[in-house]
């Protein structure tokens, strides 16, 4: 069974204070890694796509990396509008479809 | 681009009635699927609509159901509701191949009393 564990559950950060969020996965052929980012009352919004270890991706001060078991969301020097809740989900080789199985998320809040 | 639109985005239930939810998807996708958001269970994967046909399905019973139409919109029906179903249902739609990014809309929450 595809697993998604993500860390911390929360993390609390003054502006401009760099960290990294972790997602440890263990799934059967992992065939995506996606980031995404949820605001309360709101549907998840897309962030990055991870394929292969080794792989990178930016997006403003946000650095999404993948290894062969964990994926990390590095933010760096956040600013209070970066608070949010962030999911990792990961789609697998065995399973037909688009079936994302996602964790549980790392709460970001960002203090001015 | 219109995003994923979904409708009610509020509703509210008693136990043993039951509902059914819309979702539009982003024009020109064709998979529509649906996930289940609780604070205690996170989201959960319901089932997948490709082409007017259920590709998966999640570990739900079956009065959780849904449908694709022609036009690639989609609705899920849940029946004989239960306090347990009260959650954020959430839609997202992608494209042609397995791999493509899903997109979700805002959800639509649901309280059952």
């Known amino acids: 069974e595809d697993q998604v564990t993500q860390s911390p559950e929360a993390l609390r950060l003054q502006e401009g204070e760099s960290s990294s969020l972790n997602c440890s996965y263990t799934v059967s052929g992992l065939r995506g890694l996606f980031w995404y980012r949820q605001d309360p009352g709101k549907g998840p919004e897309f962030l990055f796509t991870l394929y292969s270890a080794g792989e990178e991706k930016e997006k403003e001060r946000l650095k999404a990396t993948l290894t062969k078991k964990e994926s990390f969301l590095h933010i760096t020097a956040p600013k209070p509008e970066d608070s949010a809740t962030y999911l990792c989900a990961v789609q697998a080789s065995e399973t037909s479809g688009s079936r994302l199985t996602f964790g549980e998320g790392t709460q970001l809040t960002v203090n001015p | 681009k219109a995003g994923v639109t979904q409708t009610p985005r509020y509703l509210i239930k008693t136990r043993g009635q039951q509902v059914t939810l819309s979702c539009s998807p982003i024009s020109g996708h064709r998979s529509v699927s649906w996930y289940q958001q609780t604070p205690g269970q996170g989201l959960q994967f319901l089932f997948e609509y490709f082409s007017e046909t259920q590709r998966n399905k999640g570990n739900f019973p079956g009065r959780f159901s849904g449908r694709q139409f022609s036009n690639s919109r989609s609705e899920m029906n849940v029946s004989t509701l239960e306090l347990g179903d009260s959650a954020l249902y959430l839609c997202?739609?992608?494209?042609?191949?397995?791999?493509?990014?899903?997109?979700f809309g805002p959800g639509t929450r649901l309280t059952v009393l």
């Open positions: 997202a739609s992608s494209g042609l191949a397995n791999t493509d990014t899903q997109y």
